[in-house]
């Protein structure tokens, strides 16, 4: 079954426009790590050059913030995962 992975609009330019991904992985680190495996470049959507998330990236799991456990939250196969981009303005 796996687990699907909703893309941001913003970052399906390193999916060649796929709104969906199937992943694996027991933790949401994980699932990023098999995202990244699949399309390589979205991982600068998603990784500061320390390997934290963005400060402007938000995990969702099963449509609930997984902060703040984030990368350590655990999954199961049939969650739906949404990776958000906060944006700001003013």
């Known amino acids: 079954m796996g687990i699907k992975i909703n893309i941001h609009p913003i970052l399906r330019q390193y999916t060649n426009k796929q709104e969906i991904a199937e992943v694996n992985g027991s933790t949401v680190g994980e699932c990023l790590d098999d995202l990244i495996r699949q399309f390589p470049s979205i991982e600068k959507g998603v990784f500061d050059k320390n390997g934290k ?36 303005g003013g």
């Open 53 to 88: 998330l963005l400060s402007y990236v938000d995990i969702y799991v099963n449509r609930e913030s997984a902060y703040p456990e984030e990368l350590n939250k655990p999954v199961k196969d049939g969650d739906e995962l949404h990776i958000a981009i906060i944006i700001g």
